[in-house]
């Protein structure tokens, strides 16, 4: 295993964290001077909030732990494309590098509708390296979808 897939997995791991929850499956971590700095997972309902992205809530918690706003030697893990708020905090937050699990082309903004964390007209880019445990985080977002549209289908009986 490389070292971009044993941090992609502890996001999986978070990701699984909000699957329990019934929270659609997003997991994001840190990582700084090659240790994992701050974790999150996606609470939106759990927390009623449109903040609490996993993203948003690793990066809140990297901010403390490094005691900037600035994420300027940080890359950031998570296991779905980002969304344009999460985009637009990482690019933000200055974090030089997020790594991908699996693309949203329906909603991703690091290339797939729009591409936030490289445009030329901003004062920070961000470099991305996509498709680490692709496979694994695509089939936890079908899975989860999958058994989202079976729990529907039976509650209409
Ligand atoms: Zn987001």
Not at 3 to 29: T, W
Request: hydrophobic share 40%.
């Amino acid at each position: 295993m490389t070292e971009n897939e044993g941090f992609m997995k502890e996001a999986i791991r978070q990701a699984k964290k909000a699957e329990k929850l019934n929270e659609v499956p997003i997991g994001c971590v840190i990582v700084y001077d090659g240790k994992i700095i701050a974790r999150g997972y996606n609470r939106r309902n759990t927390d009623k909030s449109t903040l609490a992205h996993a993203e948003i809530i690793a990066i809140k918690r990297a901010s403390k732990v490094i005691k900037d706003w600035r994420l300027e030697d940080c890359t950031l893990y998570v296991t779905l494309e980002p969304c344009q708020m999460c985009a637009g905090a990482i690019v933000q937050a200055r974090i030089p590098k997020v790594v991908i699990g699996t693309m949203n082309s329906k909603a991703g903004c690091a290339g797939s509708v729009i591409n936030v964390l490289q445009m030329k007209e901003f004062n920070h880019q961000v470099d991305i390296c996509k498709g680490v445990l692709a496979d694994e985080c695509k089939e936890m977002m079908q899975n989860f979808f999958r058994n989202l549209r079976e729990k529907k289908k039976m509650e209409n009986y």
